[in-house]
């Protein structure tokens, strides 16, 4: 019955929230279709029981027991039957409709954030985009299931008014126009009950974004002693939420005990109405009783319409949450490029060394060298490794690879020939065989092993008791920090890309572990070029080449220990690399 499709879930029009509802609607309509079908029908079988019942009364009275009151009965049974199956039924359809529009609009908000990269946090906070996972997307479902019960409402109602319009023009008048009344009326509360729901999903959104950011940074907080101060924020917003989470139930209050009130006093007007009618004759005591029946039946129809209208004012304020998120750009390359990569070929990459070249600032890494990057300041590292693998088109127009500028290359290609290995690197749940294959390719046990032999995880190997095979826990947390930052180089290595670019790839490692990655790292890349962005003499050391880089100019190049003599010479550009580097010195130079 749902068929959950697969890759890319599709592209939703980002302009109006009710035209991405919309969307979401068309891709589940066999589902929805089916489910409309049989709410109609359970509508019907509801408005045809006081008929059946109407009809049978009179024939009582005027046969007594007859063969007609039997067939009758018997339709009775048969429309409770009916009514069953397709209530059953019908409820499995609205819960397709649920599960497609929910999980569609998640995997929507999934799949850009991939393409998007870094561009979601700089443009919203982290708790919009949980947020939009979390909560909205159900919102969205939620739509889609009160879709079915709601097309089922309106032709029980019109199918009833079009009956009792030509049994009693008056009481067919009355209930005609009696019941959207109400409806309007109910309506009234709809603008303010979704200003309170949009300030409630704000104050939401920004409480998931607090609790995120304090969850990311708890080890930092704990060290200087501010967890006492997020925890009264988170607090305070926590508050923020709660109030406006009671102001948003204070008005569903309100719109919930209308829903009951305002047909229960119609119902009522409409029995005294149609009493004062069989009296004076103009209907019989069976259309009496038929009409009361429909009186009473028509609550539940209003009852769907009302509840599918405050669903759907939930699903625009959802909707429009999920329309920012997805109207977010990437900052490299187009979605439309990211999306056609992923039904293309895998790009070659290039068995010679890659030459790199970032003209801005005159980096230029040796082709099939390791060479080591040092900059005063870590932000200018992450934002020298985004330039030379294009995380950001705005920086990389003046990088060249082989020549040709990385603009001009496919991003995909660009991706497979020039890897960045941040300086947090995540791992996900599953195994460690898994996590080491990042690209898929089927990695024998002789790679993987040579790979974590180099980036010195042989204790993690040995942590877990089915090695390879073994189940690392969501985001690494059974792994210490140094362990989690080795088994991610082993992952980078394993990409063998053209050219390698790691930012302080051994910044949670004791000195002895890191003298040991920087040796077989130097003899693992050979051929191959690599660029380390560290400040560590034990990886300095190891280098081929060592590049200063300081306010987006090369100041300085050569060995580690040609640089430590020209700084001792009194060369200016050599001392102000020692002076970056000499804080992890045992000497200084006189």
Same mark, same amino acid.
């Given at each position: 019955?749902? /068929?959950?499709?697969?890759?890319?879930?599709?592209?939703?029009?980002?302009?109006?929230?009710?035209?991405?509802?919309?969307?979401?609607?068309?891709?589940?309509?066999?589902?929805?279709?089916?489910?409309? #079908?049989?709410?109609?029908?359970?509508?019907?079988?509801?408005?045809?029981?006081?008929?059946?019942?109407?009809?049978?009364?009179? =024939?009582?009275?005027?046969?007594?027991?007859?063969?007609? *009151?039997?067939?009758?009965?018997?339709?009775?049974?048969?429309?409770?039957?009916?009514?069953?199956?397709?209530?059953?039924?019908?409820?499995?359809?609205?819960?397709?409709?649920?599960?497609?529009?929910?999980?569609?609009?998640?995997?929507?908000? +999934?799949?850009?954030?991939?393409?998007?990269?870094?561009?979601? +946090?700089?443009?919203?906070?982290?708790?919009?985009?949980?947020?939009?996972?979390?909560?909205?997307?159900?919102?969205?479902?939620?739509?889609? @299931?009160?879709?079915?019960?709601? $097309?089922?409402?309106?032709? +029980?109602?019109?199918?009833?008014?079009?009956?009792?319009?030509?049994?009693?023009?008056?009481?067919?008048?009355?209930?005609?126009?009696?019941?959207?009344?109400?409806?309007?009326?109910? =309506?009234?509360?709809?603008?303010?009950?979704?200003?309170?729901?949009? @300030?409630?999903?704000?104050?939401?959104?920004?409480?998931?974004?607090?609790?995120?950011?304090?969850?990311?940074?708890?080890?930092?907080?704990?060290?200087?002693?501010?967890?006492?101060?997020?925890?009264?924020?988170? !607090?305070?917003?926590?508050?923020?939420?709660?109030?406006?989470? $009671?102001?948003?139930?204070?008005?569903?209050?309100?719109?919930?005990?209308?829903?009951?009130?305002?047909?229960?006093?119609?119902?009522?007007?409409?029995?005294?109405?149609?009493?004062?009618?069989?009296?004076?004759?103009?209907?019989?005591?069976?259309?009496?009783?038929?009409?009361?029946?429909?009186?009473?039946?028509?609550?539940?129809?209003?009852?769907?319409?009302?509840?599918?209208?405050?669903?759907?004012?939930?699903?625009?304020?959802?909707?429009?949450?999920?329309?920012?998120?997805?109207?977010?750009?990437?900052?490299?390359?187009?979605?439309?490029?990211?999306?056609?990569?992923?039904?293309?070929?895998?790009?070659?990459?290039?068995?010679?060394?890659?030459?790199?070249?970032?003209?801005?600032?005159?980096?230029?890494?040796?082709?099939?060298?390791?060479?080591?990057?040092?900059?005063?300041?870590?932000?200018?590292?992450?934002?020298?490794?985004?330039?030379?693998?294009?995380?950001?088109?705005?920086?990389?127009?003046?990088?060249?690879? /082989?020549?040709?500028?990385?603009?001009?290359?496919?991003?995909?290609?660009?991706?497979?020939?020039?890897?960045?290995?941040?300086?947090?690197?995540?791992?996900?749940?599953?195994?460690?065989?898994?996590?080491?294959?990042?690209?898929?390719?089927? *990695?024998?046990?002789?790679?993987?092993?040579?790979?974590?032999?180099?980036?010195?995880?042989?204790?993690?190997?040995?942590?877990?008791?089915?090695?390879?095979?073994?189940?690392?826990?969501?985001?690494?947390?059974?792994?210490?920090?140094?362990?989690?930052?080795?088994?991610?180089?082993?992952?980078?290595? #394993?990409?063998?890309?053209?050219?390698?670019?790691?930012?302080?790839?051994?910044?949670?490692?004791?000195?002895?572990?890191?003298?040991?990655?920087?040796?077989?790292?130097?003899?693992? !890349?050979?051929?191959?070029?690599?660029?380390?962005?560290?400040?560590?003499?034990?990886?300095?050391?190891?280098?081929?080449?060592?590049?200063?880089?300081?306010?987006?100019?090369?100041?300085?190049?050569?060995?580690?220990?040609?640089?430590?003599?020209?700084?001792?010479?009194?060369?200016? /550009?050599?001392?102000?690399?020692?002076?970056?580097?000499?804080?992890?010195?045992?000497?200084?130079?006189?």
């Amino acid at each position: 019955m749902l /068929d959950v499709p697969t890759g890319h879930p599709g592209h939703p029009p980002l302009g109006a929230p009710t035209a991405f509802l919309a969307w979401a609607a068309r891709g589940a309509w066999p589902t929805l279709l089916l489910g409309c #079908l049989l709410a109609s029908v359970v509508s019907l079988a509801g408005a045809a029981v006081p008929l059946v019942l109407g009809t049978a009364l009179d =024939s009582g009275l005027a046969d007594g027991v007859s063969t007609r *009151l039997l067939w009758l009965a018997l339709a009775l049974v048969g429309i409770g039957l009916l009514s069953a199956v397709a209530t059953s039924v019908g409820h499995a359809a609205e819960v397709g409709g649920w599960l497609h529009g929910a999980f569609s609009a998640s995997r929507l908000v +999934g799949h850009h954030v991939t393409r998007t990269g870094p561009a979601i +946090g700089e443009e919203l906070p982290t708790g919009e985009v949980v947020s939009a996972v979390a909560n909205d997307s159900f919102q969205v479902g939620n739509v889609l @299931e009160l879709l079915p019960a709601f $097309v089922g409402g309106l032709v +029980g109602y019109l199918a009833v008014a079009v009956y009792m319009l030509q049994q009693s023009p008056t009481l067919g008048v009355v209930v005609a126009l009696g019941l959207p009344v109400v409806t309007v009326v109910v =309506s009234f509360l709809i603008k303010p009950l979704q200003a309170r729901q949009k @300030e409630q999903r704000d104050a939401a959104g920004r409480l998931a974004t607090l609790a995120t950011d304090t969850v990311s940074g708890l080890r930092i907080l704990r060290g200087i002693g501010g967890e006492d101060v997020f925890a009264e924020r988170y !607090r305070a917003q926590s508050q923020r939420v709660r109030r406006a989470g $009671v102001r948003v139930a204070g008005l569903s209050s309100v719109l919930e005990a209308l829903q009951i009130l305002l047909p229960g006093l119609f119902v009522a007007c409409v029995v005294w109405l149609g009493a004062r009618l069989a009296i004076t004759g103009e209907i019989s005591p069976g259309q009496l009783v038929t009409f009361y029946g429909f009186t009473a039946y028509l609550s539940e129809p209003l009852r769907w319409v009302t509840q599918f209208i405050n669903f759907l004012t939930r699903g625009r304020v959802a909707a429009r949450k999920i329309t920012g998120v997805l109207s977010v750009t990437p900052e490299a390359g187009t979605l439309a490029e990211s999306e056609a990569a992923d039904s293309l070929p895998r790009p070659a990459v290039p068995s010679t060394p890659g030459a790199l070249v970032d003209t801005l600032t005159g980096l230029s890494p040796r082709p099939g060298a390791l060479t080591a990057v040092v900059t005063p300041r870590p932000g200018e590292a992450e934002a020298v490794a985004g330039r030379l693998g294009r995380l950001d088109d705005r920086s990389s127009t003046e990088v060249l690879l /082989d020549g040709v500028p990385l603009r001009e290359l496919p991003l995909a290609e660009v991706r497979h020939r020039v890897v960045v290995a941040s300086s947090t690197p995540q791992l996900f749940t599953g195994p460690l065989r898994a996590a080491l294959d990042a690209r898929e390719d089927g *990695l024998d046990d002789a790679t993987l092993l040579r790979a974590l032999h180099t980036a010195d995880a042989h204790d993690v190997l040995e942590s877990l008791p089915e090695g390879l095979d073994g189940e690392i826990t969501e985001k690494g947390r059974s792994l210490s920090g140094g362990q989690r930052q080795r088994v991610a180089l082993a992952r980078a290595l #394993l990409t063998e890309p053209q050219v390698l670019v790691l930012v302080e790839p051994t910044s949670a490692v004791d000195a002895h572990t890191e003298a040991r990655i920087a040796a077989r790292l130097a003899e693992y !890349r050979r051929g191959r070029t690599t660029v380390v962005l560290t400040a560590s003499p034990l990886v300095l050391e190891h280098a081929d080449d060592v590049v200063l880089l300081d306010d987006g100019v090369v100041h300085a190049h050569g060995r580690h220990r040609e640089l430590l003599a020209r700084a001792a010479a009194g060369e200016p /550009d050599a001392q102000a690399y020692h002076a970056v580097v000499g804080r992890s010195l045992t000497t200084e130079v006189v």
